[in-house]
T-cell receptor, first 112, second 114 residues
Framework: NAGVTQTPKFQVLKTGQSMTLQCAQD?????MSWYRQDPGMGLRLIHY???????DQGEVPNGYNVSRSTTEDFPLRLLSAAPSQTSVYFC???????????FGEGSRLTVL | GNSVTQMEGPVTLSEEAFLTINCTYT??????LFWYVQYPGEGLQLLLK?????DKGSNKGFEATYRKETTSFHLEKGSVQVSDSAVYFC?????????????FGDGTTLTVKP
């Protein structure tokens, strides 16, 4: 049971570099989302998708792009990394009628 | 908008002590309520949930009751163990429409000492 798979687990970037955090789920869930976790601030929603081809902004979307071309995949792109984007990122999926989130193991990103 | 307020931590207890972590919420409609747990170095996983008023969620000795009149979902455990040391998050979500678009509290770090 793979569940939600995120890669990479760790990444160090320099300011201005770009990268993509990958997320894939094999549970056929309609909903996928990206959260960032910062000390003392809980989890904050970055972007959200209710199905292939449909995305929406969350609480903290600036500096991040997403796309959802398939049900399984929901990559998060940082176009020009900034130190403020140093965080732990979690991808999650869910299905209608539940509200329960299934999380990946997280990706720790450091921007120097 | 929706919001979740959790008891501030960190919380340090001795093994076999009683645990309460307070959680209150503000929401429109009738959300589902959740407690997630994050063990060191891991992602979050569901601990328990309740989908309507007066429901009690329970798992691994932990319990929480959905109290609509007090908009609360406090987490309790009668006798904690060292292995319960983790960060606990209270959260709410719609089941439909915005399912998966959860609102989280700030998290409470629990340390249990032998």
């Amino acid at each position: 049971n793979a569940g939600v798979t995120q890669t990479p687990k760790f990444q160090v970037l320099k300011t201005g570099q770009s990268m993509t955090l990958q997320c894939a789920q094999d549970m056929n869930h309609e909903y996928m989302s990206w959260y960032r976790q910062d000390p003392g601030m809980g989890l904050r929603l970055i972007h959200y998708s209710v199905g292939a081809g449909i995305t929406d902004q969350g609480e903290v979307p600036n500096g991040y792009n997403v796309s959802r071309s398939t049900t399984e995949d929901f990559p998060l792109r940082l176009l020009s990394a900034a130190p403020s984007q140093t965080s732990v990122y979690f991808c999650a999926s869910s299905y209608s009628g539940s509200g329960e989130l299934f999380f990946g193991e997280g990706s720790r990103l450091t921007v120097l | 908008g929706n919001s979740v307020t959790q008891m501030e931590g960190p919380v340090t207890l001795s093994e076999e002590a009683f645990l309460t972590i307070n959680c209150t919420y503000t929401a429109t409609g009738y959300p589902s309520l959740f407690w997630y747990v994050q063990y060191p170095g891991e992602g979050l996983q569901l601990l328990l949930k309740a989908t309507k008023a007066d429901d009690k969620g329970s798992n691994k000795g932990f319990e929480a009751t959905y109290r609509k009149e007090t908009t609360s979902f406090h987490l309790e455990k009668g006798s904690v163990q060292v292995s319960d040391s983790a960060v606990y998050f209270c959260a709410l979500s719609d089941r439909y429409g915005n399912a998966g678009k959860s609102t989280f509290g700030d998290g409470t770090t629990l340390t249990v000492k032998p």
